[in-house]
Antibody, heavy 123, light 109 residues
Framework: EVQLVESGGGLVKPGGSLRLSCAAS????????MNWVRQAPGKGLEWVSS????????YYADSVKGRFTISRDNAKNSLYLQMNSLRAEDTAVYYC????????????????WGRGTLVTVSS | SYELTQPPSVSVSPGQTARITCSGD??????AYWYQQKPGQAPVLVIY???ERPSGIPERFSGSSSGTTVTLTISGVQAEDEADYYC????????????FGGGTKLTVL
């Protein structure tokens, strides 16, 4: 079955760190760019970060630049998001999303999503 | 970065046609994409490149584009179509790269 499964969410204090993981299965992970998208409680979707298939290209939203680091391990079919200096406004469900594969690099839209993992930043 | 503007809510009766709009200055130059999100679930891509429908998406879902506005049309709305719908586009001119609209809650009366 083609799927993405996120893990690693939880409760963390402001200023703390957390590492999210996304396990991919059912498709050739190494052929796709991957992304993180978040959704604050009761709010809309917000793109967080993207990484190309070979990690050559990495992009961040301004709201997380310098604090979050995206990475991947193609041998383990896994995507990661290291989140440092967390703030209350980072509280959200974090979704792992597969790039459509329409482009040789990043196509900037998402054809497969995981169910998400909740990150709560609170003292 | 630019913004995509959607109406907060749209209501229709079963069997009618629902139209959800999304406006943005870059839409004449960039494709739009639409996602459906039901409560507690992950988003699902329902339209890509303005009007293409992914496999497995019912034919009642269609998309169109005119100038700075794109439209998601759901013909013969069913109760199961009640959900939040988000438009999305790429931001080639700014640093955001990906922009989502604020979302539209579709209510089936």
């Amino acid at each position: 079955e083609v799927q993405l499964v996120e893990s690693g969410g939880g409760l963390v204090k402001p200023g703390g760190s957390l590492r999210l993981s996304c396990a991919a299965s059912g498709f050739t992970f190494s052929s796709y760019s991957m992304n993180w998208v978040r959704q604050a409680p009761g709010k809309g979707l917000e793109w967080v970060s993207s990484i190309s298939s070979s990690s050559s290209y990495i992009y961040y939203a301004d709201s997380v630049k310098g604090r979050f680091t995206i990475s991947r391990d193609n041998a383990k079919n896994s995507l990661y998001l290291q989140m440092n200096s967390l703030r209350a406004e980072d509280t959200a469900v974090y979704y792992c999303a597969r790039d459509s594969g329409d482009s040789s690099s990043v196509s900037w839209y998402f054809d497969l999503w995981g169910r998400g993992t909740l990150v709560t930043v609170s003292s | 970065s630019y913004e995509l503007t959607q109406p907060p809510s749209v209501s229709v009766s079963p069997g009618q046609t629902a139209r959800i709009t999304c406006s943005g200055d870059a839409l004449p130059k960039q494709y739009a994409y639409w996602y459906q999100q039901k409560p507690g679930q992950a988003p699902v891509l329902v339209i890509y490149k303005d009007s293409e429908r992914p496999s497995g998406i019912p034919e009642r879902f269609s998309g169109s584009s005119s100038g700075t506005t794109v439209t998601l049309t759901i013909s013969g709305v069913q109760a199961e179509d009640e959900a939040d719908y988000y438009c999305q586009s790429a931001d080639s001119s700014g640093t955001s790269h990906v922009v989502f609209g604020g979302g539209t809650k579709l209510t089936v009366l």
